[in-house]
């Protein structure tokens, strides 16, 4: 059974920190990278940030960037957000995304966490 459970959310003051983690099963989590999207009430689906499965290669949103800070360990099949200086726009659902590309491009996996909950407000 694949899943993907995010956690770490909460109701947090602007500036505030939160650290979010998704811990993953059911699957070969190393093979995969790792990406963070949010959804605000009424919005689309926002991506913030991605991690790759070989190098550990980071990458953020304009938005999030120098705020947010995304790590995996693979020896625990999870990743993590680390959020600081939390401002009201980024109350959403935050989810974790699992991706996998074969190499002949024919094949792809791709799973999705249930979310969780981030309120910044005062």
């Known amino acids: 059974q694949v899943q993907l459970v995010e956690s770490g959310g909460g109701l947090v003051q602007p500036g505030g920190s939160l650290r979010l983690s998704c811990a993953a099963s059911?699957?070969?989590?190393?093979?995969?990278?790792m990406t963070w999207v949010r959804q605000a009430p009424g919005k689309g689906l926002e991506w913030i940030s991605g991690?790759?499965?070989?190098?550990?290669?980071?990458t953020y949103a304009d938005s999030v960037k120098g705020r947010f800070t995304i790590s995996r360990d693979n020896a625990k099949n999870t990743v993590y957000l680390q959020m600081n200086s939390l401002k009201p726009e980024d109350t959403a659902g935050y989810y974790c995304?699992?991706?996998?590309?074969?190499?002949?491009?024919?094949?792809?996996?791709?799973?999705w966490g249930q979310g969780t909950q981030v309120t910044v407000s005062s």
């Open positions: 995304n699992a991706k996998w590309q074969g190499s002949s491009l024919v094949v792809s996996r791709n799973y």
């Open positions: 991690i790759t499965n070989g190098d550990g290669i980071t």
């Open positions: 059911g699957f070969t989590f190393s093979f995969y990278a």
